[in-house]
């Protein structure tokens, strides 16, 4: 077998596996987002909580009905925890720091405002009844959460009619 020097890659050793540089630190392409935003978000996805990183399991690589979920997305001057770009779904998880959080709100509003529906779950209910929480996500995604709804272990918040759209 031939060595390969001066190859791209570092030689791996114990099954690890190398991971090329994002096309943005490669200059391929110009970043769309500012490169303190890119930072933070690395920041948080480093920083997930147990909860993140179960639901993360469940949401990545397309593992959730085929839908496309990204980590700690930046909207505006907020970062959402998971998000579907394709149908415009925020999935975020809280920590009792965000009881009756009006904060929360107001971020909700935001997300609304830029046209995604906000779905927020406990910490505890991701890490317990992953499976609920997966199917209520995918609920939304299909259409089948149609209003605001709240309860004592969730919340959806329907983004708001784009011009155009009815509101009834």
Known sequence: MASQKGGSSPPQSGGEVARAKPETER??????RSPEKIARARELRRGDNMAEAVLWNELKAKRLGGHKFVRQMPL????????CRGAKLVVELDGSQHAESCYDQVRDEFMRG???SVLRFWNFDALKQT???????LAALDGRLAE??????????MAKPSRG????
């Open 27 to 32: 200059g391929a392409l110009p970043s769309r």
């Open 76 to 83: 505006g001057p907020y970062f959402a925890d998971f998000a």
């Open 114 to 116: 830029e046209g995604y």
């Open 131 to 137: 499976t609920v929480v997966c199917e209520t996500i």
């Open 148 to 157: 605001d709804t709240a309860s004592v272990d969730m919340r959806f918040v």
């Open 165 to 168: 759209e009815s509101g009834s």
